[in-house]
T-cell receptor, first 113, second 112 residues
Framework: GNSVTQMEGPVTLSEEAFLTINCTYT??????LFWYVQYPGEGLQLLLK?????DKGSNKGFEATYRKETTSFHLEKGSVQVSDSAVYFC????????????FGKGTHLIIQP | SAVISQKPSRDICQRGTSLTIQCQVD?????MFWYRQQPGQSLTLIATANQGSEATYESGFVIDKFPISRPNLTFSTLTVSNMSPEDSSIYLCSVGRGGGYTFGSGTRLTVV
């Protein structure tokens, strides 16, 4: 079956540091890959996505590249801010919208001023 | 993307009772999905609801505990039945559209 593995936190960084959150997956076929973010006290929001190999998703300074050869979709940001403090979830969809998402366990990111 | 209105946003319930959660979508969608997020955990898919047919449940979830209705293409309900403290979680509905998924704001359920 499908599965998503991501580094577990909490991850604590200083403001303006470089961020990488690792995500690898196991899936049949060619899934779409997603990063979702959950800010404190808020709902789940789509951060970025990629639908095929070598695609790069980007949003709000965050980037992730769909690497089929390493089955990875690592999230990166060059300079984090305190407002980036949140829980980040890597997820995949192998059913083309018909089967829902398989989520990783989430990474709690804490950015200190 | 679709806009989902989910209610209630939170509730505190006595064990042994049931709670029904509603999700209203601003456009017609074929599939609606229900997830559970236990405290400090990731999201787990409970079931997929298709209009006009019975919901499809994931392993570990059963209809008697989590009955789902899907009376039309814009609305669905999830009932958490005979609740125990272990059911304390955030419950979310979701729809797929345009290669992505939109989530409701969630229902934070506490069972005492």
């Amino acid at each position: 079956g499908n599965s998503v593995t991501q580094m577990e936190g909490p991850v604590t960084l200083s403001e303006e540091a470089f961020l990488t959150i690792n995500c690898t997956y196991t899936a049949t076929g060619y899934p779409s890959l997603f990063w979702y973010v959950q800010y404190p006290g808020e709902g789940l929001q789509l951060l970025l996505k990629a639908t095929k190999a070598d695609d790069k998703g980007s949003n709000k300074g965050f980037e992730a590249t769909y690497r089929k050869e390493t089955t990875s979709f690592h999230l990166e940001k060059g300079s984090v801010q305190v407002s980036d403090s949140a829980v980040y979830f890597c997820a995949l969809d192998s059913g083309g919208g018909a089967d829902g998402l398989t989520f990783g366990k989430g990474t709690h990111l804490i950015i200190q001023p | 993307s679709a806009v989902i209105s989910q209610k209630p946003s939170r509730d505190i319930c006595q064990r042994g009772t049931s709670l029904t959660i509603q999700c209203q979508v601003d456009s017609q969608v074929t599939m609606m999905f229900w997830y559970r997020q236990q405290p400090g955990q990731s999201l787990t898919l409970i079931a997929t609801a298709n209009q006009g047919s019975e919901a499809t449940y994931e392993s570990g979830f059963v209809i008697d505990k989590f009955p789902i209705s899907r009376p039309n293409l814009t609305f669905s309900t999830l009932t958490v039945s005979n609740m125990s403290p272990e059911d304390s979680s955030i419950y979310l509905c979701s729809v797929g559209r345009g290669g992505g998924y939109t989530f409701g704001s969630g229902t934070r359920l506490t069972v005492v």
